[in-house]
DNA sequence: CAATGGGTGGTTTTT
DNA sequence: CCACCCATTG
């Protein structure tokens, strides 16, 4: 490795690089101390200077994007083929890849299916259905996120049905706590109901060949501790973010370590902000434990923000009673203090955040751009007030997270096209798939068809397909004919993707075949932008293609899903392979000759575009690759290990920071604490006295993680934003390694923006009520005058204003829908008004109808 | 039996 | 603004 890399880390940093690969090795990093550049560095080092094989070291991370950041940087170092050797990816990609190579190992299919959130959710509904009688005599009612949380919890603690089952058997092995509750209490009726629920879920799931995100690590932990040669490969394995593994993770690393026990973690106690997903801090000590040489090495120094921020966010932090203190350091001077203001509402708050945005520009003279604004939030709903005040003002703005790509139902319904292709036995694919666009199969249909195959133990589709094709009696209300327009595309697909046809040519042909164009046009009232994210979605199928195919050129490649160790090391070394370790249930014979081609057939293009799409959280849309000069809306969660120039976090009150929810308190100071640090230049900490609190106004007080800090150490924030004086801009541009505004422009920036905020902000307009947005004038404003535009023909229609999704981010521009339905009376018109209480005077295109008067509200309204 | 529309209630955080 | 439940209609 160069000299240079070396050259501008500290000395710690360099110890860390550095370090014998041999001995365990913890890094305990503070925000911006440079984790991720030690990290890659050491890699880079690993592989030049310890003369360890690429494709030996195993980089795992919390999240795809983090994955994908340390490739793009590793690329810069190392160069893109010899990191594209990298066995990289977070835990659950990477079992999921190892997981398809050694199905029959763990004595599962290799076509499983990945089950999501969803999916999950609909599963635990229908078993919950079965219990619902019996609970609702004792006034019980389980929702199935509850159900689903706690199930998730056992298994991410590594318990099976049964253990929780005996431990409800056998008091003894109770939890003191519960050993209180008498038998047959409410309590244990919840608790059996809920292991019983646990046992049926797992059942129906094996059932469906699938598994769920926590199956994913369950089964893997199986795979690399029963099968040693698995994960024989590994010389290295790097952790980042380590403070939120949870046992399983734990566990996967040390089985994947077992080998060489070579471990290096990165991590920080007080950024653990996922416990409520299972994650344990005290991993950090099991380490310890387990690898007693392990060395801790402390990174320190925070190279991101200013002296007053990094203040601010330590003494948020330090809060905490149970915390192990720690000290950071800056280089930076101390800069503009972070600001703590106080709102009246939440429109307030957000109109505050998209002028000062503006003023910020001017001010800076366009050092500062979009993308340099994050805006953090504790949970994602309370994006809308922000997104509806950027869109008022006309800053382009992103929202990261939210309701996911592949949550949507425009998508979903493709994939689940697609997934029944692959995995005939995945029901929730079936169900969806066999009635879209609707075909006259309801309920009743879909569940005789689910019966027969549970009976006759086939796939639904199988059953579907017999009976096309009259194998098989057609059921009582005939839906032979129905099935036509569904079984013949899903045959036709199949053989291509069994050819290996690209995922994004079969998603084209199924569009066709199923029209499904016509049916969002039919369906949806803004068809044009689900079409655009199922356009989206044959991008991301591309776009895996073009990496994917690329990678399988390489003999030894490591992207997820890609070929990797076991095959080849099979052939490498076959006596030394564990024969016995095969299952009985008939696959047993495979040897490694027949595997390579079990294995063509096994990894269909097809098969490894649905693993992606079901663990990657978000795509990059065509829009924001075109233009990435956006401010970012996203949750606090989400915001870990990324940076931005400016951060604004509102809502910092009770019930949001911490959220009343919580069951850690802690948890939540520091997720407010990860959330502070990710600002480098500013940080702006707002609170509304009152906000919307599902339809009504509450009063709000300000967070006691704020308050108690804001009581012992007055000085830490600043009432007002800072005036971003010449040096404030010298320090902000040190900060930020960028060359310092010139003046002149600033000038003018600033007069120009002072002379048209009146215009554009009309926030800042005179004598408003705190009210004024929510009972405009109803003169002023519109609403719809139907004739005009509307006679001519029968349907009937809703307008919105601003469909306000995040993929179609026109908001506020009245959309028409009609549905064609010719046999309504031509009178009949019925509109609905989504009304955001920011939108005052929406821009209405000339085409549509003109509006006569509004109706004051703030929630939709019926006309 | 299926489709549709209207009404309603409810949203932490994520692989 | 979704997902869900219900009533009505085809």
């Known amino acids: 490795m160069q000299y240079s890399h070396l050259q501008d880390l500290n000395q710690a940093q360099l110890r860390a690089v550095e370090h014998d690969p041999n001995i365990p090795l913890q890094i305990l990093a503070g925000p911006g101390s440079g984790k991720t550049k030690v990290l890659t560095t050491r890699i880079a080092h690993l592989i030049s200077q310890r003369s360890i094989e690429p494709s030996s070291i195993c980089a795992v991370t919390f999240t795809n994007k983090a994955a994908n950041e340390m490739r793009e940087r590793l690329s810069k170092l190392i160069g893109m083929e010899t990191t594209s050797l990298i066995r990289m990816g977070t835990f659950h990609a990477l079992c999921a890849m190892f997981l398809r190579r050694h199905a029959n190992l763990v004595k599962l299919n290799g076509n499983f299916t990945v089950c999501d959130s969803d999916e999950s959710k609909k599963i635990v509904s229908k078993l919950l259905k079965a219990h619902r009688v019996k609970l609702a005599t004792k006034a019980i009612t389980l929702r199935e996120e509850a159900v689903l949380s706690l199930i998730s919890k056992a298994k991410s603690k590594g318990h099976s049905p049964d253990d929780v089952l005996d431990m409800l058997e056998d008091p003894s092995k109770r939890r003191k706590a519960q050993k209180k509750a008498d038998i047959g209490s409410i309590s244990a009726l919840i608790d059996q109901t809920i292991a019983t629920l646990y046992r049926d879920y797992e059942r129906t799931l094996r059932d469906n060949n699938s598994l769920d995100f926590d199956d994913l690590l369950i089964y893997g932990v199986r795979l690399f501790r029963d099968h040693r040669k698995v994960g024989k490969w590994c010389k290295h394995i790097l952790v980042d973010e380590f403070q939120d593994t949870n046992t399983m993770q734990y566990e996967l690393m040390q089985h994947i370590a077992a080998a060489n026990r070579c471990v290096t973690i990165v991590g920080d106690p007080d950024q653990s902000i996922y416990g409520w997903r299972s994650a344990e801090v005290e991993n950090l000590q099991r380490m310890r434990q387990d690898f007693p040489s392990t060395i801790q090495i402390l990174l320190e120094h925070n190279y991101r923000s200013t002296g007053s921020i990094l203040a601010a966010s330590v003494a948020i932090v330090a809060q905490d009673k149970s915390r192990i203190p720690k000290t950071l350091h800056t280089q930076h001077a101390i800069g503009p203090n972070p600001t703590l203001q106080a709102f009246p509402s939440e429109y307030e708050e957000a109109t505050f955040i998209a002028t000062e945005i503006k003023r910020l520009l001017a001010a800076t003279g366009d050092m500062l751009k979009w993308s340099d604004f994050a805006v953090l939030l504790r949970y994602n709903s309370l994006s809308r007030a922000i997104e509806s005040a950027l869109q008022q003002q006309g800053i382009p703005n992103r929202v990261l997270g939210g309701h996911k790509f592949f949550e949507r139902s425009e998508v979903k319904d493709i994939l689940a096209y697609m997934q029944v292709i692959d995995n005939p036995q995945f029901i929730p694919a079936f169900s969806r798939a066999v009635n879209t666009p609707s075909r006259g199969i309801g309920e009743k249909t879909i569940s005789e068809m689910l019966t027969r195959a549970a009976t006759l133990n086939l796939s639904p589709l199988e059953v579907a397909e017999r009976i096309y094709d009259e194998q098989m009696p057609d059921i009582k209300p005939p839906v032979r004919r129905k099935l036509k327009s569904f079984i013949e595309p899903i045959k036709n697909l199949r053989k291509l993707a069994n050819n290996g046809e690209l995922p994004s040519n079969l998603i084209r042909t199924l569009l066709d075949l199923i029209h499904y164009e016509n049916h969002l046009k039919k369906t949806q009232p803004d068809a044009d932008s689900r079409w655009d994210n199922v356009q989206e979605l044959i991008n991301f199928a591309r776009e895996f293609e073009v990496n994917e195919s690329s990678n399988l050129q390489l003999p030894e490649s490591p992207l997820p899903g890609e070929r990797v160790a076991g095959e080849n090391d099979w052939e490498d070394h076959p006596d030394e392979f564990d024969h016995n370790a095969f299952d009985e249930d008939g696959i047993a014979e495979i040897k490694p000759g027949a595997n390579s081609k079990l294995a063509s057939h096994r990894d269909t293009p097809l098969r490894l575009f649905l693993q992606a799409s079901m663990l990657s959280t978000d795509v990059q849309t065509q829009d924001s690759r075109a233009d990435n000069n956006k401010v970012t809306i996203t949750t606090c969660h989400a915001a870990k290990g990324l940076e931005w120039p400016v951060v604004f976090v509102p809502a910092v009150e009770k019930g949001t920071f911490p959220s009343s929810r919580a069951e850690d308190v802690e948890e939540e100071r520091r997720l407010l604490y990860v959330a502070c640090t990710r600002a480098q230049g500013l940080l702006y900490l707002s609170h509304s006295t009152g906000r919307m609190v599902s339809g009504e106004t509450k009063p709000q007080e300000i967070s006691e993680f704020i308050w108690v800090v804001k009581r012992s150490t007055p000085g830490l924030f600043s009432a007002t934003p800072p005036n971003l004086s010449r040096e404030d801009r010298?320090?902000?541009?040190?900060?930020?390694?960028?060359?310092?505004?010139?003046?002149?422009?600033?000038?003018?920036?600033?007069?120009?923006?002072?002379?048209?905020?009146?215009?554009?902000?009309?926030?800042?307009?005179?004598?408003?009520?705190?009210?004024r947005y929510r009972q405009p004038p109803s003169t002023s404003n519109f609403m719809p005058n139907s004739d005009a535009a509307l006679t001519s023909t029968s349907y009937q229609g809703n307008l919105y204003f601003g469909s306000r999704t995040r993929h179609q981010p026109h908001a506020f521009v009245l959309q028409r829908r009609l549905h064609q339905q010719s046999h309504i009376n031509p009178v009949q018109i019925k509109y609905t008004l989504f009304l955001e209480p920011h939108c005052r005077r929406p821009e209405v295109p000339s085409s549509t109808p003109r509006l006569g008067k509004l109706y004051p509200t703030n929630r939709t309204r019926k006309l």
């Open 730 to 771: 010298t320090l902000l541009a040190s900060v930020l390694h960028r060359d310092a505004p010139d003046e002149a422009k600033v000038s003018q920036r600033l007069e120009e923006h002072y002379r048209t905020a009146g215009q554009t902000s009309w926030s800042s307009r005179p004598g408003g009520s705190t009210n």
